[in-house]
């Protein structure tokens, strides 16, 4: 990860060698946001030099996909399926627990940085519902309790 | 003594149960008891609510244990698991499971089977033929046999496949494109997931016989973000059909050539729309081309461009290795082959079922699925991801299949039945319906951007009670306007799941509704 915002010199290290792909933009936001962890803003310039675009076209682009970022992410990261088959599963009364439980509404960071917690819509894992993700890592047909221990183990990691 | 092999599935939803812990554990206990096995990370059966089920290849076939935690581990190797014998957690020969023997398997005929990265099991169970046989047919003949197979695009608007390969093919132009639409983003639907994490390379395969048939060298897989271990199983597969020459150049010694590259979406619903998905691949906003020009005629990078589902490519190989006629006996009219059907949501027994078109919902919903999960009655489906109608239990003996589904106003889109029983609230899944095309709408046009927030504003005002005829009358000429006047599916067809709540369960819509969950 970038310890502060990247310099030039790191983008274009990152960047060149996907130059020659086709319509390259998305691949190095995901390059970029692999790396370091989200987008940070002084990325928008180089790349729109490089690819020939303004920087409202790549601002447009980052800003488009739900999955971009602009600051880095918390520590423990929560995304909760909020789609029909975990509906069905009383994925609502699991989503009432986490914020319950994590003191944030969906969409919210905690003050210092340590929690996030997303809505997500379908992980896939419809056979299995209700299902998140934390930190990456997916967990199918969660109860609240099973929440609490899962939080407590991704909150105890180093 | 050689290992025995020992299969714990890799595919998300077992992962998710914690099958990595389950093979780690396995692994660990065979190395303190200096036991030899070799654990395969195959892909899933499709029983989910059995997963982790940990299979082992004994001499009378493989027999199957779940669902397995790593708590059971040591009392599985206490009781002799790996010489197949008797467990608390014994499934039996799996083959023989009631769920899996009724099936026809066909596009999932390997996936549980085989390691999904081994290109040696994939040609030893069949793999490889159907494109060994594009490869001495013409590509007006490719074309031919996909058209007479009946074969309709399984990512939800069923157009003849043969057809839009004729189109492609037709178009002189200097690159044409095979774009496999991966964004698998229907609540209710894993499909495709469960195929490219547990048999990749028919996917390869059907892609490649694409190219062939239409004269692309180039192919996309538009992969959803949300899918990380499929990215990594595609991964492991593409590297492998490369080494042994089944991808890249002189495809298994022809002189032909394909490749095939992952590109991973950003989180948006939209782009499995086709023309966002293609915007979206080109490094754009995802959003909607106004049609026409056809993405067959000009697609991605204004190429000519096929854009079939995974599933849509995947049944390819089988076409051609068994023939138009094979594929086109199974079905039920013009709904041809065998279909890969989720049940999900309020479930006991969820999971895949392929079956030739035909089963009604009420077989797939008791027969296989076993009714709903909480043991309380089933009040509704939805079939075919956040944009399909909900149905209710009274058109439960409704057949499954394209035309059958559309005649009750319904539609069958990537296969996905999400299941609800009676404490569902169902102004509050119409609300939703709203939210959601809100939430992912591109923006490009007023119907979607706009109408669906004043849909959620409309229905709130209903469930109120506030000027409730006139708020009626008004949710219906909203819907009528999105449906007519949306650019895509998104706008256009989010209205279905509304109208059909408020057609069906008029009653949720009330102030005092009789819902239990309310």
Not at chain 1, 133 to 144: F, K, L, N, Q, Y
């Amino acid at each position: 990860m970038f310890d502060t915002q990247p310099s030039r010199e790191e983008i274009l290290a990152l960047i060149t060698p996907l130059k020659d792909q086709p319509g390259p933009l998305l691949v190095m936001l995901h390059a970029i946001q692999t790396q370091a962890g989200y987008v940070p803003a002084s990325v928008i310039p180089v790349l729109a030099d490089e690819l020939n675009l303004s920087r409202a076209e790549v601002q447009g682009v980052v800003s488009f996909y739900h999955h971009f970022r602009d600051r880095p992410p918390a520590r423990v990261r929560i995304e909760v399926c909020r789609a029909e088959s975990c509906q069905a599963l009383h994925g609502d009364r699991l989503a009432a627990h986490v914020e319950q439980r994590t003191q944030l509404r969906f969409g919210e960071s905690s003050a210092d940085g340590s929690v996030s917690l997303h809505p997500v819509y379908c992980l896939g894992l419809c056979s299995a519902s209700p299902a998140l993700m934390i930190d990456g890592a997916v967990h199918a047909r969660v109860t609240p309790e099973r929440f609490d221990e899962l939080l407590a183990q991704a909150e105890a990691k180093p | 003594m050689s290992a025995v092999s020992v299969y714990v599935p890799r595919d998300a939803s077992a992962v998710a149960l914690d099958a990595d812990g389950v093979a780690a554990e396995i692994g660990r206990q065979a190395r303190e008891r200096g036991v030899a096995v070799r654990i395969v990370r195959n892909g899933s059966r499709g029983l989910s609510w059995l997963e982790p089920l940990v299979e082992v290849a004994s001499p009378e076939g493989r027999v199957a244990y779940g669902p397995v935690g790593t708590a059971d581990v040591a009392n599985l190797f206490e009781a002799g698991f790996l010489a197949g014998a008797p467990h608390r957690l014994s499934l039996g020969p799996i083959d023989q499971h009631p769920y899996l023997k009724s099936q026809q398997r066909v596009t999932f005929a390997r996936v549980g089977v085989i390691d999904p990265v081994s290109v040696a099991e994939y040609v030893a169970y069949d793999g490889f033929q159907g494109l060994r046989e594009a490869l001495q047919t013409s590509p007006v003949d490719i074309v031919r046999v996909v058209t007479e197979s009946g074969l309709r695009g399984r990512g939800g608007a069923a157009f003849p496949t043969g057809i839009k390969w004729k189109t492609v093919l037709e178009q002189a132009a200097p690159q044409k494109y095979i774009a496999c639409n991966a964004d698998e983003g229907d609540s209710g639907t894993f499909a495709d997931r469960m195929l490219m994490e547990g048999d990749p390379f028919q996917l390869i395969e059907g892609m490649t016989i694409a190219g062939l048939a239409v004269g692309a060298t180039q192919g996309y897989i538009y992969l959803r973000v949300e899918y990380p271990h499929a990215h990594r199983v595609l991964g492991e597969a593409l590297a492998a059909a490369r080494r042994t020459g089944f991808l890249g150049q002189n495809i298994m010694g022809s002189g032909a050539h394909f490749d095939i590259d992952v590109r991973l979406g950003a989180g948006a619903y939209i782009c499995g729309e086709e023309t966002s998905m293609l915007e979206s691949l080109e490094g754009r906003r995802g959003e909607v081309r106004v049609r026409p020009p056809l993405p067959a005629i000009k697609g991605l990078f204004g190429m000519p461009t096929v854009v079939n589902n995974v599933i849509t490519l995947a049944s390819v190989p089988a076409i051609l290795h068994k023939g138009a006629e094979a594929y086109r006996q199974l079905g039920s009219g013009k709904s041809r082959g065998t279909l890969p059907i989720q049940l999900a949501g309020n479930l006991k027994h969820a999971g895949l079922v392929e079956r030739a078109f035909g089963l009604t919902l009420r077989e797939l919903l008791y027969d296989y699925g076993g009714g709903s999960a909480s043991g309380r009655p089933l009040r509704a489906v939805q079939i075919g991801g956040p944009l399909g109608a909900y149905v209710p239990a009274s058109q439960f003996d409704t057949v499954v299949d394209y035309e059958t589904l559309s005649g009750i106003g319904a539609l069958l889109g990537h296969g996905g039945i999400v299941a609800f029983d009676d404490t569902v609230d169902m102004a509050r899944m119409a609300r939703y319906a709203m939210a959601f095309c809100a939430h992912e709408s591109c923006g490009k046009c007023t119907p979607c951007r706009i109408g669906s927030t004043r849909g959620v504003e409309v229905i709130d005002r209903i469930v109120a009670g506030t000027d409730r005829e006139q708020n009626l009358a008004l949710l219906n000429d909203l819907c009528e306007t999105m449906v007519h006047g949306s650019l895509c599916g998104l706008g256009g067809m989010t209205p279905f799941p509304v109208q059909s709540a408020l057609k069906y369960f008029p009653e949720d819509f009330l102030p005092q509704s009789p819902v239990a969950s309310r």
